[in-house]
């Protein structure tokens, strides 16, 4: 199947600061991404969903100012999140597709984010 | 709207034994229907999906799904079960006209050996 790539798997850092994490689609290119956070044994609640060389949808309760997406490539979307707290602590995962229909999506390892 | 549900939040089983993990959704349009494992601080990885054609369908680890559309269920399968299988299971519907992802709340298989 296809691979997603998504970095770091884990970061550690302090309140109030800011926090980048990539995802990558290596072998093929990607139109929409989905960004989804898993509290823990939870299911995933989908945070937006971006497509390259648009804004991001934001679903309902999720702070687009806090969790910037950008989709600048067919192989690239960042979530950013922005002084960040320890209740912002989660794991974050994203998605990828090649395209509309019955294009399954594929899935980054997902990134540990702890707030201290 | 779509969802779905998966009625066990845990199911076990003796390695070698068969295996069922439950879904059941809903949706207004024509379903795809997809399931995921997910091993400990993982991502998602894809085991099977149906969109439409014979309603058994065979996926990755010997896993098969098998589409009821009047019992509106899709359950997850595997003949003989393996320690190795023990994860987290999710279970995924989306209408076919639309592009989000609605997942179960996941269903926590152990194998014993």
Not at chain 1, 33 to 53: C, D, H, I, V
Not at chain 2, 4 to 21: H, I, K, M, R, S
């Amino acid at each position: 199947g296809a691979v997603v790539s998504q970095h770091p798997s884990r970061v550690i850092c302090k309140s109030g600061t800011s926090v980048k994490i990539e995802c990558r689609s290596l072998d093929f290119q990607a139109t929409t991404m989905f960004w989804y956070r898993q509290f823990p044994k939870q299911s995933l609640m989908l945070m937006a969903t971006s497509n390259e060389g648009s804004k991001a949808t934001y679903e309902q309760g999720v702070e687009k100012d806090k969790f910037l997406i950008n989709h600048a490539s067919l192989t690239l979307s960042t979530l950013t999140v922005t002084s960040a707290h320890p209740e912002d602590s989660s794991f974050y995962i994203c998605s990828a597709r090649a395209g509309q229909g019955d294009f399954e999506a594929f899935f980054g390892q997902g990134t540990r984010l702890t707030v201290v | 709207a779509q969802s779905v549900a998966q009625p066990e939040d845990q199911v076990n089983v003796a390695e070698g034994n068969p295996l069922t993990v439950k879904c059941t959704y809903s949706v207004s349009g024509n379903p795809y229907l997809f399931w995921y494992v997910q091993y400990p601080n993982r991502g998602l990885q894809f085991l099977l999906k149906y969109i439409t054609g014979d309603n058994l369908v065979k996926g990755s680890y010997g896993f098969e799904a098998e589409f009821n559309k009047s019992q509106t269920s899709f359950h997850l399968k595997k003949p003989s079960a393996l320690v190795s299988d023990s994860a987290l299971y999710f279970c995924a519907v989306r209408d076919g006209g639309d592009y989000k992802l609605s997942f179960g709340a996941g269903t926590t298989v152990t194998v014993r050996a």
